[in-house]
Each structure stands twice: as C-alpha cells, then as structure tokens.
T-cell receptor, first 112, second 110 residues
Framework: GQQLNQSPQSMFIQEGEDVSMNCTSS?????WLWYKQDPGEGPVLLIA?????ELTSNGRLTAQFGTTRKDSFLNISASIPSDVGIYFC????????????FGTGTRLTIIP | NAGVTQTPKFQVLKTGQSMTLQCAQD?????MSWYRQDPGMGLRLIHY???????DQGEVPNGYNVSRSTTEDFPLRLLSAAPSQTSVYFC?????????FGQGTRLTVV
C-alpha cells in the first residue's frame, strides 16, 4: 500500500522560531491535507491543498502541494506556545475513493 | 455544531470482554471511518463505510467489527478485547476529501 514518510519525527524549538516539516509519498496524491492534534484531542484540519504547486496560507501557517504531487510541506512562522502538538499530513489518492493515507506525525515542542 | 461525537472518552476493559465504541456525525457525510493511534504509528485505518449498509476493511481490521445502519452512526465493536487493542480510537466523518475527527476514545485492555 501507499506510504507517507513525514519528517522530522519531532522538533524542539524556541518560541519565535520558524518551523518546517514535510511529507513524501511513494505514489501521487490528488489532495494533501495538514492536521494538528492537541494533547487529548482529535486531529483538526489546518490546510487543504488540491492542486500541484498550490501554496496556501492559514495565518502563520503556509503549506505547499509539491509539483511532483508526491510531496507536501508545512511551514509555521514565529512559533507561539499554542503551536505545540502533533502535525499530521494526509494524502487523498483517487477522486471517488475517499480513503486517506496519514503520515506518522511531527511532534512539535517549544522549549521555554 | 456537534460535528463528530464519540463515546465513551475513556474505557478500561478486561481481556476477553466486549464493548462498542459509538460514533455519530451530523454533517450528512456518506464516508465514515475508524482509526487507531499508537505511539510512533500515526493513524491506522481499521474499517470504513461509504454509506449506510456498506462497510469495508482498512489496514488493521482484525479483532474489530463494524456496521452502518444509518448515515449518522458508525459503531465499532470489539468482540473479545486483547491487550494489543490498547490504543486511542478516532472516528472520522469525511466529505469528498476533508475528514473531521471526533475527540477520541482512550481504551486500555488489562
């Protein structure tokens, strides 16, 4: 089956730093999604990308759909304490086949 | 604006016991799914449904049963709980591409 490699697995940063993470797939995706999971909660959708090369922002978050359609990137600028959590990428393969494939997550920790 | 509602939030079972995790959505989505989340493993698909009366297996279906009698509800049943089923379980409801998750059920099997 398809696999999503998400990196890094964890990040330890100071408040105010910028963050970058990425996902790569062994196959092409038609949609990329980025989720954030707070402790004890379910994942919440941050950004959805529908077209190769697309760059979309949501506040301090910016995500890109890679031009090869096999990768996606998420950047967080000027991190703040509430950015702490686990970030997941997810790929949607075929229109009409709703199954999502999830990455293993990037755990973001902010060092005081 | 309930979205996806999962119950219970926490559960402790003894090995061999059975239970049902409930999931309900109010977004009129046809596609619903169950995932389990284990440390370092991300979200793994257990079962999914593309509409009432239609279910199919995901990546890790063994030990779990599902049914879909209505669009709104998609319960997950553990027939004989095993310690390997200790995990956090998430139900999701999905439109064409974007999935919305419940708050999760933290299950411990002792």
């Amino acid at each position: 089956g398809q696999q999503l490699n998400q990196s890094p697995q964890s990040m330890f940063i100071q408040e105010g730093e910028d963050v970058s993470m990425n996902c790569t797939s062994s196959s092409i995706f038609n949609t990329w999604l980025w989720y954030k999971q707070d402790p004890g909660e379910g994942p919440v959708l941050l950004i959805a990308l529908y077209k190769a090369g697309e760059l979309t922002s949501n506040g301090r978050l910016t995500a890109q759909f890679g031009t090869t359609r096999k990768d996606s990137f998420l950047n967080i600028s000027a991190s703040i304490p509430s950015d702490v959590g686990i970030y997941f990428c997810a790929g949607h393969f075929n229109f009409g086949n709703e199954k999502l494939t999830f990455g293993t997550g990037t755990r973001l920790t902010i060092i005081p | 604006n309930a979205g996806v509602t999962q119950t219970p939030k926490f559960q402790v079972l003894k090995t061999g016991q059975s239970m049902t995790l409930q999931c309900a959505q109010d977004m009129n989505h046809e596609y619903m799914s169950w995932y389990r989340q284990d440390p370092g493993m991300g979200l793994r698909l257990i079962h999914y449904s593309v509409g009432a009366g239609i279910t199919d297996q995901g990546e890790v279906p063994n030990g779990y049963n599902v049914s879909r009698s209505t669009t709104e509800d998609f319960p997950l049943r553990l027939l004989s709980a095993a310690p390997s089923q200790t995990s956090v379980y998430f139900c999701a409801s999905q439109g064409s591409t974007e999935a919305f998750f419940g708050q999760g059920t933290r299950l411990t099997v002792v």
